[in-house]
């Protein structure tokens, strides 16, 4: 593989790459996230290649190991093009008929599609299913048609045009000034605006050495759109990523990642393999003169490192708890450098802004939250997967929209926003809007999962599950986390047993409020989210627990047996 020395032999590249695809050609694409390989998406990918060999078919029909599509439920997914007739939970027995029915016969095979379950209407093409439907996927739409694995897959669906673009028409200061334009914001909670971040680290004074790193640190029980989007199509962050180390300057980059999540890292660094081996990582990038080299590093495994004091604390081979910010990162960050740290589906925004323009990104979302969101949906909902919405979708259409609602005729009870240091929300707030602004304002956060609760779910019972997964994540470093998380856990505990005292509900609130405004870092300070956002809206289970003696959910076992024992 020659490395591409300019902007020209890139687009040459991407030409002949694209060419030598025929649009007209059959190729069967199949699921290999690591939804669809857990479902058996393996053994399905092994009896197409066999069967295609067995019926003399490999010179004429193609097979792909793809990318994610986000429909998590029904995997494996199997998506026949040119057609796009949309198979769901295939096994590798459908596959003989499959290929002879409909890749040869050109026939659907009903069974096979997908069926509403509110409807019960068939939609046989992948962009006729409902879940696809109301769903704006600027990011993820294409990753049927990617192998994560090829970097020629990439480049056929239009990959590494926006580097191309950059590095022959752009300075630096032109890719600020149109990320800025696009009012591009970091996909994390905050929000925080990404060209000026970038601007802030680009004009930094001292030493000329700069880092970038994506985060893609995601370990929020629920949550894996960040992860999977990286497994499906990592050439797209990584191309984000070059373009913003062009614009601030930046050395080195770096990828932020667990090793619990093997198919990702494994992914990302074949990524930057290829990349290397085509001269779009390197010295003097296209013959721009940019040098750029960039890895994978592995976290330490703990939830404070999404922190990001902490994770560049790990980064450095260092214990990683948070410290306190004297200095913005952009000023003294990764081994005291200037260094641009941005979520991982920030990165993968760039390529779409410099290939579509500022304006058109902007032209999507609310006033002052632009471009789509992608979001992990989970929990009690019919169909559970990755989905991205565009900014000022309301969450009541994604839960009962895209998401299906609530199966088994259940009530729907709750939405967690925002992680185990987000809120709970009643239906009646539903009709909030996924927007920056408003879903700070009710006490929530821009987080990477949407979890659904249904009427069997204790509340009381879910907040305990989340202090503990942060208790057990926190460093332990400062006393209002440590302390604060065993003392609530404590007091609710005793609730779900049968031994709460009204007073309990002022006290926990109390110790909230502490750790809010004592606790050294974003964990320990958004640690009382779920908490006190139960406490605001579903205050009625609390009392139940401890007036009545009574789980609502019918979860609490020890209210149970009360209940059972009272009533005999």
Same mark, same amino acid.
């Given at each position: ?71 998590? +439920? ?313 989905? +991205? ?116 509900? +002022? ?62």
């Amino acid at each position: 593989m020659a490395q591409i020395k300019s902007p020209e032999e890139l687009e040459k590249i991407r030409q002949e790459v694209s060419t030598q695809r025929d649009p007209n050609r059959p190729c069967i694409s199949i699921c290999a996230g690591s939804s669809c390989l857990a479902s058996g998406a393996g053994e399905v990918i092994a009896a197409f290649k066999a069967e295609i060999e067995k019926q003399g078919l490999k010179a004429d029909v193609d097979t792909k190991a793809a990318g994610c599509p986000g429909l998590c +439920e029904k995997a494996p997914i199997v998506v026949i093009y040119p057609q796009k007739i949309c198979y769901v939970q295939v096994t590798p027995e459908d596959v003989p008929e499959i290929i002879s029915q409909t890749v040869v016969g050109k026939k659907v095979i009903e069974r096979l599609i997908y069926t509403d379950p509110n409807t019960g209407e068939k939609a046989a093409h992948e962009d006729e299913i409902p879940f696809f439907q109301k769903q704006m996927r600027l990011l993820i739409g294409d990753n049927m048609k990617i192998d994560p694995k090829s970097i020629e897959d990439y480049m056929a669906a239009g990959g590494y045009s926006a580097l191309n673009k950059v590095m022959r028409d752009m300075s630096a200061e032109q890719v600020i000034e149109e990320v800025s334009k696009a009012d591009l914001r970091g996909r994390s909670g905050s929000g925080f605006p990404a060209g000026f971040k970038w601007e802030s680290c680009r004009k930094s004074k001292g030493d000329n050495t700069k880092y970038v790193i994506c985060n893609c640190h995601e370990g929020d029980p629920g949550a894996f759109a960040d992860r999977r989007l990286l497994e499906a199509n990592p050439h797209l962050i990584v191309e984000g990523m070059i373009i913003g180390s062009y614009a601030i300057g930046a050395c080195e980059a770096y990828i932020f990642v667990g090793d619990e999540f093997p198919q990702t890292v494994e992914n990302a660094r074949l990524a930057i393999e290829q990349a290397e081996k085509y001269g779009l990582l390197g010295k003097d990038i296209l013959g721009s003169g940019f040098d750029l080299t960039m890895e994978v590093c592995i976290d330490g495994g703990g939830y404070v490192l999404g922190e990001s004091t902490a994770l560049m604390a790990s980064m450095e081979g260092r214990i990683g708890e948070p410290r306190m910010k004297y200095d913005h990162g952009t000023d003294r960050g990764l081994w005291a450098k200037p260094t641009v740290l941005n979520n991982l589906q920030t990165w993968a925004n760039v390529p779409l802004i410099i290939n579509q323009g500022a304006d058109s990104f902007a032209a999507i979302g609310t006033e002052k939250s632009k471009g789509t969101r992608i979001f992990s949906l989970s929990g009690k909902i019919k169909n559970t997967g990755m989905v +991205e919405v565009p900014m000022g979708m309301t969450l009541r259409e994604v839960i009962f929209d895209i998401g299906g609602g609530i199966p088994g005729d259940k009530k729907f009870k709750a939405l967690q926003v925002g992680g185990p240091m987000g809120g709970f929300i009643p239906e009646n707030l539903l009709d909030l809007h996924v927007d920056f602004e408003e879903l700070n304002a009710a006490g929530l956060a821009m987080g990477p999962g949407l979890v659904v609760a249904d009427e069997d779910t204790c509340i009381v019972d879910m907040v305990i599950y989340h202090l503990n997964f942060l208790a057990n994540e926190s460093c332990g470093k400062c006393t209002p986390c440590r302390e604060g998380l065993k003392q609530m856990l404590r007091i609710l505990n005793n609730i779900t047993e049968g031994k709460g005292k009204e007073s309990d509900i +002022e006290l926990l609130e109390l110790i909230s409020e502490v750790q809010q405004d004592a606790a050294l870092c974003a964990l320990g300070q958004g640690a009382s989210g779920p908490l006190l956002s139960t406490l605001k809206h579903f205050r009625d289970e609390y009392e139940a627990h401890i007036k009545e003696k009574r789980c609502p959910g019918g979860v609490c076992k020890a209210l149970i047996e009360t209940l059972s024992e009272t009533s005999a």
